[in-house]
């Protein structure tokens, strides 16, 4: 049941970075953005561990956070 529970949260992490990339983007809201990459944070330090090519999702919130900054600075 824990393993279930903890697969949830993940998912629902995963949901929720996705959804505010998306309202982030469409927006042009670096809030949104910034929280997606914290949403994404923890799901992408779990697959730093995996091997080949699935390292590369622990990149994600460095693009999420980059693009937050760069709209950040387009704003002001």
Not at 33 to 47: Q, R, T, W
């Amino acid at each position: 049941m824990v393993l279930f529970l903890i697969g949830f949260v993940l998912w629902l992490l995963i949901g929720a970075s996705l959804f505010l990339f998306g309202w982030g983007v469409w927006k042009k809201s670096e809030k949104a953005l910034f929280m997606g990459g914290l949403a994404i944070l923890l799901p992408s330090v779990i697959f730093i561990g995996a091997e080949g090519w699935m390292k590369l999702v622990a990149f994600l919130p460095l693009v999420f956070f980059g693009l937050a900054y760069y709209i950040q600075k387009q704003r002001y």
